[in-house]
């Protein structure tokens, strides 16, 4: 499902100078959308506010599915936007087996004395990746466990999938692992996948055709599309 952010607005404070200034950014489904910058571009920014973490001095409009929504009410939205954070460790429980962690992805914050919740049906190419379903996740890869914390977001069926540096924590053969899951993800469900990467290899591995870039320009944050 693609989406367009149109007209960004943003500042720090009320009296800060714009971070964003009437910044359009298109995102597309059934593509790996990579969001790439400098340090100090505003990529995890951009993404806080997607997932509606930012709600004070912003103005703009989300558009998808027909449907114009003000970005200062994602919050509201936590059916529509996932966000898997850069730490994804913090989403697991090391003792907890795969299916277990799924099951726990469900529980509300204050949870009642009632049975676990029935996971969602699993991607269909799920077996390639060798993971077994039933010992601690402490066994697992560090890939395998990234790809159990993107399943968990999609236990509640987001249309819009936010990773902040999904592979940063990973090694070579991990990151790539975990890049084909996304890609191959993006192909079988109808979402829409934004991640933040820094690896430029990877990037231009597994980007169709471009990705965007956050920059600079007299103290605003800007957008572009680089082709590979």
């Not at 977001?153 to 819009?160: A, E, F, G, W």
Request: proline share 3%.
């Amino acid at each position: 499902m693609n989406i367009s952010i149109q007209n960004l607005n943003f500042s720090f404070s009320c009296d800060a100078k714009p971070f964003f200034k009437n910044m359009n950014i298109d995102f597309y489904a059934s593509k790996i959308n990579f969001i790439c910058g400098k340090n100090g571009m505003g990529k995890s920014t951009l993404l806080k506010i997607l997932s509606g973490q930012i709600q004070q001095n912003i103005q703009g409009s989300l558009v998808f599915s027909g449907q114009i929504y003000d970005v200062q009410k994602l919050c509201l939205m936590p059916e529509t936007v996932g966000m898997v954070v850069q730490n994804f460790n913090s989403m697991l429980v090391d003792s907890y087996s795969f299916y277990e962690n799924l099951q726990c992805a469900l529980l509300a914050q204050f949870p009642s004395l009632t049975s676990l919740c029935v996971v969602k049906q699993l991607p269909q190419f799920i077996d390639k990746y060798g993971i077994n379903f039933d010992v601690p996740i402490s066994l697992l890869s560090g890939g395998q466990r990234q790809i159990l914390a993107i399943l968990m977001i999609l236990q509640k069926n987001p249309k819009i999938l936010l990773l902040d540096e999904p592979t940063a924590a990973l090694d070579e053969e991990n990151a790539k692992i975990v890049m084909d899951f996304l890609q191959q993800l993006s192909i079988e469900q109808d979402i829409t996948i934004i991640a933040i990467v820094h690896d430029k290899e990877l990037v231009r591995q597994y980007a169709q055709n471009f990705y965007s870039e956050l920059y600079q320009d007299n103290d605003i944050r800007k957008v572009r599309l680089v082709q590979v």
